[in-house]
């Protein structure tokens, strides 16, 4: 009875150090998810603003006749901006 016991608890702590070893596997899977997460954040944030700026030279470039928009969108812009600043004074 006493070996089985003995049996027992060794069978015992040999999980707890096999879950013990995958916790920790898990937990550094964990920390790469999460750098690569902020990476890719980054990455995207970095993409939105090439992109604004292209679709911000697209606006302003007077290709094709397209001078009359380009005017109306930096009308807007204009507009915006002294809404800003009116609201901050």
Known sequence: MLEEIRGNIKKLI???EDVKAENEKLREDLQNSREREESQRKQIDELEKKVDNLK???AFSSESGNSDA????IDKL???IDKCISLLE
């Open 14 to 16: 040999s999980l707890y």
């Open 56 to 58: 911000l030279v697209g």
């Open 70 to 73: 380009a005017k109306q969108k």
């Open 78 to 80: 204009i507009r915006d």
